[in-house]
């Protein structure tokens, strides 16, 4: 079955540690890339998106992620994370971007805590 | 600019009593929408989406269905709830991305 994987399911990390999420998906095909970010009672919201070209992202924040392809992956990294950037974090996967429905699929996040 | 509601914010519902939860979506015209619940460690799961107006498609077989009978109105609906129906309801809209509401937290007594 198609699938997203976040392996880590909750990282912990000091102020001005380097960050980087892991994420793999299933899909063969073309697909779009989404990081989206929950921070503690707020909506989820976008943090950066990949549809095609620079497989470097960079979104809100300082945030980037990588795509690359042979590895089905896309990685979300931050050089040093602020105590504010605790919050969950979850990748999503278009598999049909020309579909009309515009389905994502999630992985099933995961919870980063930055000490102060 | 977009906006999306819903409402409740928070519910707590007897087990067999019917539930209805609303959706509605400004500043857009024929959006996508989506009904997603949120478990936590299992993050979103795709529950119903919609194209159109009266156009619903469903993802995972269980105890809830969804209604379109507006443009900009996503409705969740079941006739009777169950134990295993309680958590974090989120209702999104798209354009190019997908963009997500405040959510309704559910709980099922």
């Known amino acids: 079955a198609q699938s997203v994987s976040q392996h880590n399911h909750h990282v912990i990390l000091s102020e001005a540690a380097s960050l980087e999420l892991g994420c793999n998906y299933s899909?063969?095909?073309?697909?779009?890339l989404f990081w989206y970010v929950q921070y503690p009672g707020q909506h989820l919201q976008l943090l950066l998106k990949?549809?095609?070209?620079?497989?470097l992202v960079k979104g809100i924040k300082g945030f980037e992620a990588e795509f690359i392809k042979s590895k089905f992956s896309f990685n979300l990294r931050k050089p040093s994370v602020q105590w504010s950037d605790t919050a969950e974090y979850f990748c999503?996967?278009?598999?049909?971007?020309?579909?009309?429905?515009?389905?994502?699929?999630f992985g099933s996040g995961t919870q980063l805590t930055v000490l102060p | 600019s977009q906006t999306i509601h819903q409402w409740p914010a928070t519910l707590v519902q007897p087990v067999g009593s019917p539930l209805s939860l609303e959706c509605t979506v400004e500043?857009?015209?024929?959006?996508?929408l989506y009904w997603y619940r949120q478990a936590a460690g299992r993050g979103l799961q795709l529950l119903f989406y919609?194209?159109?107006?009266?156009?619903i498609s469903s993802e995972v077989p269980q105890n809830l269905s969804a209604s379109r009978p507006q443009d900009r109105q996503f409705i969740l609906s079941s006739k009777k709830l169950l134990l295993s129906d309680s958590g974090f309801y989120l209702c999104?809209?798209?354009?190019?991305?997908?963009?997500f509401g405040p959510g309704t937290r559910l709980t099922v007594t």
């Open positions: 999503a996967v278009n598999a049909n971007p020309s579909g009309s429905a515009r389905q994502l699929t």
């Open positions: 500043g857009t015209s024929n959006p996508n």
């Open positions: 990949y549809f095609s070209g620079d497989p």
């Open positions: 999104a809209w798209s354009g190019v991305e997908q963009y």
């Open positions: 899909y063969g095909g073309t697909v779009n």
């Open positions: 919609s194209v159109g107006i009266g156009q």
